[in-house]
């Protein structure tokens, strides 16, 4: 009799999602050694944090121009592991490095101590380093990502094990290579592997959970968080709604749609997942989106003059096939795309006449698939716009600023753009409202919260 045994593997394939083949490994890290892993972090922690801000971001600073520098080389290992458009995938590399010493000297800023008077006591109020940060990213952004919860942690003074997502572990090891050039040894340590690996972190002697990723995901480190107290910055999904009133520039206001509802194949946290536009002009909003559409091209990231890339993975195609279908069952009307999606893609897609009663309305798509309502009153597009448990970004167009403004703040999303998407200026928090977020990062009041607030009065 021959006895099998199961084994456990050692290594974690990444496949390139345009055609399957193997792009590379990395050594999965056992669940048991990342204890061992999180406590040389906390030993060399107190030094790391002996340095301050200024220091440590003087430290840090001369990874923009390597970032910068490596672009070119960075953008096509990006590209195979994850999917997305070469160009895309240089230009996220870029923008980490070009962004970075404006980022640098806002969080050196942000940690500097507050002093507070009154008649009786003077407060100094301190942002101290809280320990080791776990930092827990997805694959969408898979350079972008690592670095946004990586950079804050470690000017704020924490020591940081990361774990990137095991759909892009190998762009996830070149970052951190790239960043350890330049810092002392397990300052930033890097584990690999899945959900394992992730709740093994959550679970280890850390002190902050720097999340992004879904909600489910989310909820589950938020109870485990929950045993020792630990602190937690989420960043979650979204369904971010696009109201377009009918004082409208329809022309950008379809060009937009299409850019944020179809980018990164519409993999992004703010990709515009609801449309919902004044009937007066809808007429001409989805002709102009069917034009539009029509002007993709689906293929891989490394194809040239592709602007949709492949799905990441079969099950997420999956998930975006089987909500259009369910929305078409009840109802929903295919205008631009359909039809035949070859393997591994989904050809961009617009549906008119959905409701709220459909799947895709409802939960996150995360494919490229354009949802268009129409609506009669501008309060019956609001209350639709906040129909959901989500509430990360949100957009209004309109000719009339003061009127798109008002309907921005009877919005439930954290982050609301005008006639533009939903990001803010440099030195802006990156902020979810509702089920999208808890905590959140960016802004003086984001960094703060990768630190301990300390107050010594006299
Ligand atoms: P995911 O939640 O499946 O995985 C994210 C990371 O968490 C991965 O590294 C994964 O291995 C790990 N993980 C999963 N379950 C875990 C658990 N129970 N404990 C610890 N770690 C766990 O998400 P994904 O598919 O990689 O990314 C897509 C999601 O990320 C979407 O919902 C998207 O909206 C969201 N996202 C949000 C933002 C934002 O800024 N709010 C940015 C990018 C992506």
Redesign the pocket.
């Given at each position: 009799m021959t006895t099998f045994t199961a084994r456990t593997p050692t290594a974690l394939t990444s496949r390139n999602p345009a055609t399957g083949e193997v792009v590379g490994e990395v050594p999965i890290t056992p669940a048991g050694d990342i204890a061992a892993i999180v406590a040389r972090a906390r030993n060399v922690q107190p030094r790391w944090s002996e340095l301050g801000p200024a220091k440590r971001a003087r430290i840090l600073r001369p990874l923009a121009q390597a970032l910068i520098d490596r672009a070119e080389a960075l953008g096509p290992l990006l590209s195979e592991e994850m999917g997305k458009p070469l160009p895309e995938a240089v230009g996220e590399a870029r923008q980490c490095g070009e962004e970075l010493p404006t980022t640098l000297d806002q969080l050196v800023e942000a940690f500097e101590p507050d002093v507070l008077q009154d008649s009786k006591t003077e407060s100094i109020v301190y942002h101290d380093p809280l320990g080791v940060c776990a930092a827990?990213?997805?694959?969408?952004?898979p350079l972008a990502?690592p670095h946004w919860s990586v950079i804050p942690a470690l000017v704020a003074g924490n020591t940081v094990v990361l774990?990137?997502?095991?759909e892009t572990p190998l762009i996830a090891s070149a970052y951190v290579d790239l960043v350890n050039e330049f810092l002392p040894p397990d300052v930033l340590a890097v584990v690999h592997g899945?959900?394992e690996q992730?709740?093994a972190l959550?679970k280890a002697d850390i002190d902050l959970i720097v999340?992004?990723?879904?909600?489910?995901?989310g909820k589950?480190?938020l109870n485990a968080a929950s045993a020792t107290l630990k602190r937690v910055i989420l960043?979650?999904?979204?369904k971010d709604p696009m109201i377009v009133l009918d004082d409208a520039d329809v022309e950008a206001a379809a060009r937009f749609a299409v850019r944020n509802s179809f980018r990164n194949a519409g993999q992004v946290?703010v990709s515009t997942e609801r449309i919902y536009v004044d009937e007066k002009i809808a007429d001409r909003f989805e002709s102009e989106m069917i034009r539009l559409t029509g002007e993709q091209n689906v293929g891989s990231g490394s194809e040239e003059g592709v602007t949709i890339g492949p799905m990441i993975n079969l099950r997420q195609r999956d998930h975006v096939l089987k909500q259009i279908d369910d929305a078409v069952k009840q109802g929903a009307t295919v205008i631009a795309g359909g039809g035949e999606h070859p393997d591994r893609y989904i050809v961009p897609t617009v549906l008119a006449n959905v409701t709220h009663d459909m799947d895709i309305m409802r939960d996150?798509t995360?494919g490229p698939v354009a949802c268009v309502a129409r609506f009669r009153e501008v309060d019956e597009a609001v209350r639709l716009a906040n129909d959901t448990p989500f509430g990360?970004g949100a957009v209004v167009f309109s000719g009339d600023a003061e009127r798109a403004g008002a309907v921005a703040r009877r919005l439930d999303a954290g982050m609301i753009g005008i006639n533009k998407g939903c990001g803010g200026a440099a030195g802006t928090p990156?902020v979810?409202a509702k089920q999208?977020?808890y905590g959140f990062h960016s802004g003086r009041e984001g960094h703060r919260q990768f630190t301990q607030t300390r107050v010594v009065s006299r």
């Open positions: 827990i990213t997805p694959w969408n952004f990502m774990k990137p997502s095991e899945a959900d992730g709740q959550v999340f992004t990723g879904s909600r489910e995901a589950h480190i960043e979650l999904g979204g946290c996150e995360f990360l990156w979810g999208s977020g």
